[in-house]
């Protein structure tokens, strides 16, 4: 979980006052790399549509029509063969709207400055996650948003208690005003949402509540919080109390008593937490009234009753009890694969169904109400092979939002931008600087899975089947412009030759698809080729990937034949009539 940060810290916290920040120009807003061309869509109203469900909620209040733009191709040949598999698209059936919080991603607060380095924000600007969660993961129940290094409430102790250890706050807490170039400072956070397009989810320091020594501890905590929403003058909507704050990792989950002013306990209890939720969200709620806009608020949820090893009893089930209709929604994390083990290409593909599965069922069962659901962190924890940098992990990004878009999630954010190498267990998006071999900021396989799924997956998903080989998979949508197809995953070790029918829909003239792979070298390779395309290093995909053009051919008679690589997926979209 966010012990994932702690490998850094050592290294960062060593680093405070050696690097200095030279104050950025504001620059102007980026725009996503050019086109070759423009095409003006038309908006095609479908004969039905689906209503929101109780698990996207007000997520889907921000929902737009998506306008699919073709711009140039490469004409390819018509794979020879027998199809292996045959894919049916029923363009008329629609499973739902898809959210358009799904391809979110977290920014932390040991990345730089992030508007100070170009290639990353134009990297940022093209994958469009459209939400970035911030300040980043367990750094957040550390986290004073309003103050200057070694500038803390003095109702703060010298110690506190992280991860079953004592440790002290010099060396441990998080500061927003902190300008040094080895961190992100809260106006920087703004900055970056503002000049890439994006929107911010915030998650407000829960810790704090436990750990403060004032009387009254959780109202000084939900006043820090409040005073944020006051500075954030409306520009966020969604909200989070705390993080991971079940867990024993957390700060706050164990207190000293002896410190504790209003006789709370040593360990937290799901109980407090509701009860201190809903002193959070009535503060918070107040400020946002007082500058006249509306937020929403997520109280933190297990995903299951096992996280990272520990058993967490009852959490959903008290937390619901007490804090009640003060929730929004319900924020919860998934690191998908078994906790600790190197696990295989195989089960790290099976999870993401089975795990995108669970968790909407498990939330009704340990709560007994739904509520609008965000999955404010996920990734994989597998580790020990390069797992989490290779191209596996972007076949698995690929398949959860698939399942997350069939299961209807309202939100979903990635952990995360940028971590640490730590010897290839690394979670993050791009380098930050410290893998070996590779360019500052190069993106990794994820990066270029997630990318041509938002560009080639449209604003509605329809059913599709399958039949023949079961290592095809397909999620099918349709767009508004009137393009209907599908991303296929082939998560087996040889190539198949897959047909694709459609059922209600009349096709246009032409089909477009980008084929995406790994590399050779193992089963994790670190490497993605894009219709061919690879990196020219030791990593990650083509640098031009925003510029290539997508194979076409003319729709023929009969259905449309591809080739979905070992390892591999397609994504397709066909024009309508």
Same mark, same amino acid.
Request: charged share 15%; net charge neutral.
């Given at each position: ?125 093209? &994958? ?55 961190? &992100? ?306 998560? *087996? ?25 790994? *590399? ?58």
């Amino acid at each position: 979980m966010n012990k994932r940060s702690s490998i850094c810290r050592i290294g960062l916290v060593a680093a405070i006052g050696l690097l200095a920040f030279q104050a950025c120009k504001k620059e102007a807003k980026l725009q996503p790399d050019p086109p070759k061309k423009d095409t003006v869509a038309t908006i095609i109203s479908p004969v039905n549509d689906a209503a929101p469900v109780k698990t996207q909620g007000f997520f889907m209040d921000d929902w737009k029509p998506k306008l699919l733009t073709i711009n140039g191709h490469t004409d390819a040949p018509i794979p020879i063969g027998d199809a292996e598999s045959t894919v049916t698209i029923f363009a008329h059936d629609i499973v739902n709207k898809v959210s358009p919080y799904l391809f979110g991603n977290n920014v932390n607060t040991y990345m730089t400055q992030v508007v100070t380095e170009p290639l990353l924000m134009r990297h940022i600007t093209n &994958l469009s996650p459209k939400i970035i969660r911030a300040p980043g993961g367990s750094v957040t129940d550390l986290y004073f948003w309003n103050a200057q290094p070694g500038k803390v409430p003095a109702d703060i102790p010298a110690q506190i208690n992280v991860n079953s250890a004592t440790v002290g706050v010099d060396s441990t807490l998080w500061y927003g005003k902190n300008t040094a170039a080895w961190t &992100l400072s809260i106006d920087n956070y703004y900055q970056a949402l503002l000049t890439t397009n994006n929107t911010g989810l915030i998650a407000v320091n829960y810790g704090y509540a436990r750990y403060g020594t004032s009387a009254h501890p959780d109202q000084a905590a939900a006043h820090l919080a409040a005073d944020w929403v006051r500075y954030d003058r409306g520009r966020t909507k969604y909200w989070e109390v705390g993080n991971e704050n079940y867990g024993i990792w957390e700060a706050g989950y164990l207190i000293d008593t002896k410190k504790n002013k209003d006789g709370q306990p040593e360990a937290l209890t799901g109980a407090l937490y509701g009860k201190h939720f809903r002193v959070f969200a009535d503060s918070m709620r107040k400020a946002a009234a007082e500058i006249g806009v509306k937020i929403k608020i997520g109280a933190v949820m297990t995903a299951d009753d096992v996280v990272a090893g520990s058993t967490i009893a009852n959490w959903n089930k008290e937390v619901a009890a007490t804090a009640g209709d003060a929730i929004d929604f319900y924020t919860v994390h998934s690191y998908f694969t078994p906790y600790l083990e190197s696990s295989s290409a195989e089960t790290i593909l099976n999870s993401a169904h089975t795990v995108s599965r669970a968790i909407p069922a498990y939330l009704l069962a340990s709560t007994g109400t739904e509520k609008p659901i965000a999955l404010g962190e996920w990734n994989i924890q597998a580790m020990g092979k390069n797992q989490a940098v290779s191209n596996i992990s972007g076949l698995h990004a690929a398949m959860t939002l698939g399942a997350i878009a069939s299961y209807k999630y309202g939100l979903a954010c990635k952990w995360n931008l940028a971590n640490n190498w730590a010897n290839g267990d690394d979670m993050g998006m791009f380098n930050n600087g410290d893998e070996p071999g590779a360019s500052k900021w190069n993106a990794r396989p994820a990066f270029f899975y997630m990318y041509y799924f938002q560009k080639y997956f449209g604003d509605r998903m329809v059913s599709s089947t399958v039949s023949g080989n079961n290592d095809i998979k397909s999620y099918a949508s349709s767009f508004s412009s009137g393009h209907t197809g599908t991303v296929l995953v082939n998560t *087996g070790t040889k190539d198949h030759l897959v047909s694709i029918n459609f059922q209600d829909f009349t096709p246009g003239k032409n089909y477009y698809y980008y084929v995406l792979n790994g *590399g050779t070298e193992s089963e994790f390779s670190r490497k993605v080729y894009i219709n061919g395309i690879g990196p020219s290093g030791v990593s990650g995909g083509p640098t031009d990937y925003s510029t290539i053009s997508p194979f076409s051919d003319i729709w023929g008679p009969g259905s449309i034949k591809v080739k979905v690589p070992a390892y591999g997926a397609v994504f397709l979209m066909a024009e309508g009539k």
